[in-house]
């Protein structure tokens, strides 16, 4: 005798229910290899960033980008910058879930942790100064124009003068909100000297993901960095 039609139909509902199950986790390995291999996502908790980045924006960052000057990088803390009185760049200003956790490790979630977000000024090597007569900052020689920073009419590229030269294997980094982060130039007196080594470089921002009116890639204005290679001078 053939089966009959509950039994046919509880075959059926175990096979969907098996089918949803691999197709789940094979969506579910497919993220987090994603994530382990080539993006991740980034919730941004500061302004330090705007107006490029706005707060509760969240940006797809490619881990296997090679860095440039211009550039709008995500990289761990290099060792007392969140630790900085006042400062809440790169923390979680929300409470973390179980949920979001999860998601998280699977690279549907957004990260924050101790991560921080500047653009790259200065690359191993580079003179970095600020400011010249028209307060403009200067990468080799070179002022920069730069249409990313958000200041008041007539401030300078930096409330803050500085003069420094890049060490091998690391960065330079400022925020776009050049008055409001606290960047390269607020930490000049740690060990680190202000400056973020190259391995602690998560990856590049390439996008804003969320929210869904900001969708938008993330610009590294190189015309801004045009000429600043040492070897042209």
Not at 108 to 126: E, Q
Not at 144 to 155: C, D, H, I, N, T
Not at 191 to 213: L, N
């Amino acid at each position: 005798m053939g089966e009959s039609t509950g039994t046919r139909q509880s075959n059926s509902t175990l096979r969907f229910l098996r089918d949803l199950l691999i197709i789940v986790l094979a969506a579910l390995l497919v993220s987090f290899l994603v994530k382990t291999f080539l993006i991740r996502s980034f919730w941004i908790p500061s302004g330090s960033m705007e107006n490029t980045l706005q707060i509760d924006d969240h940006v797809i960052v490619n881990e296997r980008a090679t860095i440039h000057r211009g550039d709008v990088v995500v990289f761990s803390d290099p060792g007392g910058w969140l630790d900085s009185a006042g400062s809440s760049e790169g923390r979680s200003l929300r409470p973390r879930s179980f949920v979001s956790d999860a998601l998280s490790m699977v690279g549907l979630g957004s990260d924050s942790g101790n991560h921080l977000v500047k653009r790259v000024i200065g690359l191993p090597g580079d003179h970095v100064q600020c400011c010249n007569a028209l307060g403009q900052m200067e990468v080799n020689g070179v002022p920069l124009s730069e249409p990313y920073v958000r200041k008041q009419a007539g401030e300078a590229a930096s409330g803050t003068s500085f003069d420094v030269t890049v060490p091998p294997g690391e960065l330079w980094v400022m925020g776009d909100n050049r008055y409001e982060s606290a960047d390269s130039r607020a930490h000049q007196g740690l060990p680190s000297k202000g400056f973020v080594p190259e391995q602690d470089v998560v990856g590049r921002a390439v996008a804003i993901s969320w929210p869904v009116q900001r969708w938008a890639g993330v610009d590294d204005y190189p015309s801004v960095f045009a000429g600043t290679d040492p070897d042209r001078h």
